[in-house]
């Protein structure tokens, strides 16, 4: 099957209202699609995602220093090629907006395997998980909500059958986000997980004094509490902590990942196969978790439609976070069931977008 042609676009998809946390107020959700069509008649859909229009530069990445060089070539050797013209000349590196779209080609190739297969992508992969997972929800948690409403979004979520909802911490005040904290736990009861999440915006001491002391009200994980390559600050935070450390969302590397695990620094990894690159960096992020001991909970910038199939193929997921900004730029949008994420039965991924979405919020 070889790939005839590699077109990308960038989108930008409003979200219905603002919503912020510790670093960021997001209007709108940026895309940076590919579309690989192959010899075959297959087309392959595949995306990155940011809030800005930074994405533009991954186009320019994509559209002159990679896709030249899989004209031709068979998509099915999509580690090979990943690694020939991407991983191996090493002259944009892993870090930054030089990574950051790579992974769009990546998962839609790995979307036209799959669609040539006539299989879903975890049925492909080899399913060693199960076919849903609990899901939490990150929507109904953010900074920006009032008190009021952040208590009534969160009775909502549970109500609504999810397992847990995560809340944006990182105030100037910490005593306002551990009021925010508590005020939710009284609202929810003890069954529901809490989970909270920094955004890299407090330094040590601050998360050893607010993270020890928000211990009491159960939670499930601290993500993203410090600079996240900051690996001696979170090694002290977790030896500081019986609350679980959670990292990856920030991270693009898999080098980073194997220093975190080395230096004891993380009790749940985060990796996004978005940010990682795509589908078969992410599975070996994974792999790394499991021969360590440690669970993996994905971030969800891909906005669950890979990670529903990602899910599917470890043993060691503990949770799917859900935010459903873009389940109406989807033919497929993913399905959540009492809770539950769903791994789809539909041939491919489930990446391709509305040809009237790509034309509606087409910016480049």
Same mark, same amino acid.
């Given at each position: ?8 676009s ?6 219905s ?21 192959t ?21 320019v990445?994509?559209d ?36 950051q ?43 920006s ?9 969160a ?30 736990r009284?609202a ?11 955004n890299?915006?407090?330094? =040590?001491?601050?998360?050893? +004094?607010?993270?020890? &002391?928000? #211990?009491?009200?159960? /939670?499930?994980?601290?993500? $993203? @509490?410090?600079d ?50 795509g589908?078969?960096?992410w ?11 440690l ?30 900004? =873009?389940?109406?730029?989807? +033919?497929?949008?993913? &399905?959540i #069931?009492?809770?539950? /994420?769903?791994?789809?039965? $539909? @041939? ?6 509305k ?10």
């Amino acid at each position: 099957m070889q790939i005839r042609s590699v077109k990308t676009s960038v989108l930008r998809v409003p979200l219905s209202a603002p919503v912020g946390d510790s670093q960021n107020l997001v209007e709108s959700w940026w895309l940076l699609v590919a579309v690989v069509e192959t010899d075959a008649g297959i087309t392959g859909w595949g995306y990155n995602a940011g809030i800005g229009p930074a994405l533009k530069a991954a186009k320019v990445l994509i559209d002159e220093a990679i896709a030249p060089h899989l004209l031709g070539k068979d998509a099915f050797l999509v580690d090979e090629l990943w690694r020939r013209y991407y991983y191996k000349p090493h002259f944009t590196g892993e870090m930054g907006i030089s990574f950051q779209g790579v992974a769009a080609v990546e998962i839609a190739l790995w979307d036209a395997i799959a669609k040539c297969l006539g299989q879903p992508l975890w049925r492909l992969l080899g399913a060693a998980g199960p076919r849903k997972v609990r899901a939490y929800t990150t929507d109904a948690g953010w900074l920006s909500l009032s008190l009021s409403e952040l208590v009534e979004r969160a009775k909502r979520a549970v109500d609504e059958g999810f397992a847990g909802v995560k809340i944006k911490v990182g105030s100037e005040d910490p005593t306002l986000d551990y009021e925010r904290v508590e005020a939710v736990r009284r609202a929810v009861g003890g069954r529901p997980r809490l989970m909270i999440d920094a955004n890299c915006r407090w330094d =040590l001491n601050t998360a050893l +004094k607010w993270g020890g &002391r928000m #211990e009491a009200l159960d /939670l499930a994980w601290l993500e $993203e @509490p410090l600079d996240p390559f900051d690996i001696p600050g979170h090694a002290a935070l977790a030896a500081g902590l019986t609350l679980p450390v959670m990292i990856g969302e920030s991270i693009t590397s898999l080098h980073v990942f194997r220093d975190y695990i080395a230096a004891r620094a993380v009790d749940i990894l985060q990796p996004d196969a978005l940010k990682l690159g795509g589908i078969s960096a992410w599975r070996e992020a994974a792999g790394l978790a499991r021969i360590h001991g440690l669970p993996v909970v994905p971030a969800v910038w891909d906005m669950m439609q890979v990670n529903a199939h990602l899910c599917a193929t470890i043993p060691h997921v503990l949770m799917a976070e859900y935010i459903p900004w =873009l389940l109406h730029i989807f +033919k497929r949008p993913v &399905r959540i #069931e009492d809770g539950f /994420l769903l791994a789809p039965d $539909e @041939p491919g991924i489930g990446t391709e977008i509305k040809l009237e979405a790509m034309e509606k919020y087409a910016v480049g």
